[in-house]
């Protein structure tokens, strides 16, 4: 018999960015759950608000990462999508992060590995993609193009030259949900809402990363094209804008999590990237420019989307998760510091 559907909104999301973690770790193994992202996440509750009826569920058993408690995660085409993409996204991450000798990559004792982790991932990830009838080649193809055209830029040009390749890679998995869902007119929309997405998200990461790359002469778009942080805004907006008015042409059985996700957690991220890109450019912390959420014992993980982190917040953990490791860590609170030191070690040993 099948796991109860879960009702509320918090539940949802949580059933969606489980079942994207084990779906990674059953099919790739226990390191490729590091892989799990905000993209993949996307993926999974686009495939479920299309269909006419709730994802297939499983009941997952305790979990340290949950505070030991079980839960009802979703599994099916939707999960191994968005493992896939999750898995080709990360592989490139990781390659590019090797080959500009990012942190500890520097060293070439850890960069030649992660290359063969990245290449295993990007095998990997585009053999789980062709089950589902997903060609990843749609994103390294498109990711590939992307040295080449930052290459071409010089100040004046366009900023959205060098998000093009992006948008691109960024727009093929939200069409193909289309398919799964057997909603084939969604195909065009939601094509168009990944590569604004992409577009945003682009922006949004190099306006964060203005301070920390003119302080290591890393290359940046917003430099390079000499565009400044009010036209990045308003390019953001305009993306913004522009997902909004794609989803309204999308049929939905409940669009309700897409809109959390696409929408509202798109706005919210925009407000806090500019606020960052303001305080960086006039010398402050730049970290104080983003909301810290409630104070306290910080969450010990990474980059758990603002909804997932607001319905923490209410259980009295701080809505602003500590950038730590790449994997969602839900400890409901209040969350004992011996509790976050199993969660910890559990997620290392299960790395090693």
């Avoid at 036209?231 to 959390?260: N, Q």
């Avoid at 890109?277 to 993980?301: H, M, Y």
Wanted: glycine share 10%; charged share 25%.
């Amino acid at each position: 018999m099948s796991a109860p559907a879960v009702r509320t909104p918090a539940h949802r999301l949580v059933a969606h960015l489980c079942g994207l973690f084990l779906a990674l770790r059953s099919e790739h193994g226990e390191a490729a759950r590091t892989a799990t992202n905000y993209d993949g996440l996307v993926i999974s509750v686009l495939v479920e608000a299309q269909s006419g009826e709730v994802a297939p569920r499983r009941r997952a058993g305790p979990c340290p990462l949950r505070g030991m408690r079980r839960a009802s995660v979703v599994r099916g085409e939707g999960a191994r999508l968005a493992a896939a993409v999750s898995l080709v996204l990360a592989s490139v991450k990781l390659r590019d992060h090797a080959d500009d000798g990012d942190g500890a990559l520097r060293h070439a004792a850890l960069a030649e590995p992660a290359r063969r982790t990245a290449a295993r991932w990007g095998e990997r990830g585009g053999t789980s993609g062709a089950h589902v009838g997903f060609d990843a080649a749609l994103l390294t193809e498109a990711a590939g193009r992307q040295q080449g055209v930052e290459e071409s830029l010089s100040p004046g040009d366009s900023v959205l030259v060098a998000t093009e390749p992006t948008g691109l890679a960024t727009s093929a998995a939200p069409g193909h949900t289309a398919v799964l869902a057997e909603r084939p007119a969604n195909a065009e929309p939601l094509a168009e809402v990944g590569r604004l997405f992409g577009r945003a998200a682009h922006l949004l990461d190099a306006a964060e990363d203005l301070a920390a790359d003119a302080a290591n002469g890393s290359w940046n778009p917003l430099v390079a094209t000499a565009t400044d942080p009010d036209g990045a805004r308003r390019l953001c907006d305009d993306a913004v804008h522009g997902v909004r008015l794609a989803l309204r042409e999308v049929e939905f059985t409940d669009s309700k999590l897409v809109h959390a996700l696409l929408v509202h957690e798109l706005e919210q991220a925009v407000r806090r990237a500019f606020g960052h890109a303001v305080a960086s450019k006039d010398g402050q912390d730049a970290a104080e420019a983003v909301p810290s959420g409630r104070r306290g014992r910080w969450v010990l993980v990474a980059e758990v989307p603002r909804p997932v982190a607001e319905a923490s917040c209410r259980r009295g953990l701080p809505a602003r998760p500590l950038h730590v490791l790449q994997l969602p860590v839900l400890l409901p609170g209040p969350v004992s510091r011996a509790a976050q030191r199993r969660a910890a070690r559990s997620v290392v040993l299960g790395l090693l």
